[in-house]
């Protein structure tokens, strides 16, 4: 029996561009192209050792518009490294320079381009393994977690910044600074074995909590860890009958303010005290 082929197909107002972008760029092969079909332009292009099409449509006084959102993204997944890195340069040296995805997910180990439509590619350096899918589940603290808590976040705070005394009161204590207080802190388990943690402070107002210490093992970075951890700590917020999540960063953590806002976190307009010298971002997501 034949293989199925896959047809992408989208309209847009830049035909011409388009055919830069994945041709001169990505590399795919233009096998048609067609002119006032029924009223329509057209390109239909594929790699040749692939069974998919992208078939790009241009309705001449139809304006169609940009992509809706910087997440709408189509990956190649290439797991040899130096054919990567060859189609790395090829869009480069095609004059498409890489963007910063907006799942930070995909930075790990790839390299994301915008099309002159807005839409995204992501050449990714890993292999596509369906059958390899992570048991990952998140869990409360236990007794005798506090060490590993402390050990996740010292790791990263190290490595931009220093340890502060609001850090240690909280890493060093975190049942008695955060749970008894009415808090939680949540940890993700990767097979069995913790990779990630994040915390939640009760806040003065009591329907507050502040979203701290969240840190993932960097062996499990690049796996949406930390996405999987935000979700939890806004449902368990919901659970708890809050109002409101706040939390400080700092401006170079790129990715982690990329990660908040998709949770649906905003800056806030005027900044609040902060214990910590680093905190130069407040952000907030209301939930009522």
């Keep these: 029996m034949a293989a199925p082929i896959l047809r992408v197909a989208r309209p847009t107002d830049n035909l011409p561009a388009l055919r830069r972008f994945y041709c001169d760029g990505l590399g795919l092969r233009q096998l048609a192209a067609f002119t006032a079909h029924n009223g329509f332009d057209g390109l239909v292009l594929a790699h040749p050792q692939a069974p998919y099409h992208l078939e790009f449509t ?8 940009r992509a809706p959102t910087p997440d709408n993204l189509l990956v190649f997944y290439l797991p040899d490294a130096e054919e990567w890195r060859a189609a790395v340069q090829r869009m480069e040296t095609a004059g498409f320079a890489p963007v910063p995805s907006y799942n930070p997910y995909w930075d790990a180990h790839g390299r994301t381009f915008e099309d002159p439509d807005g839409y995204r590619v992501v050449l990714q350096q890993a292999r596509w393994a369906p059958h390899e899918a992570l048991a990952v589940t998140v869990r409360d603290f236990r007794s005798g977690d506090q060490p590993i808590f402390r050990q996740l976040n010292e790791e990263w705070i190290s490595r931009y910044f ?3 005394p609001a850090d240690l009161k909280a890493l060093e204590h975190p049942e008695e600074y955060i749970l ?4 939680s802190i ?3 388990e990767l097979d069995g074995q913790v990779v990630g943690t994040c915390a939640l402070i009760r806040m003065g107002d009591g329907r507050s909590y502040e979203l701290a210490k969240m840190a993932v093992s960097p062996a499990a970075q690049g796996q949406q860890i930390g996405y999987l951890l935000g979700q939890a700590a806004v449902q368990r917020v919901r659970d708890l009958g809050g109002a409101r999540l706040y939390l400080e960063s700092n401006s170079k953590l790129a990715p982690a303010l ?3 806002r998709k949770l649906g976190f905003q800056d806030l307009a005027e900044p609040n005290p902060s ?3 680093r905190a130069d ?4 997501l209301l939930l009522t």
């Design 186 to 188: 949540l940890f993700a």
């Design 162 to 164: 220093r340890l502060e």
């Design 275 to 277: 214990p910590y010298a």
């Design 58 to 65: 241009h309705q001449p006084g139809h304006i169609v518009g």
């Design 258 to 260: 990329a990660l908040y």
């Design 180 to 183: 008894e207080p009415g808090g």
């Design 281 to 284: 971002v407040q952000m907030q």
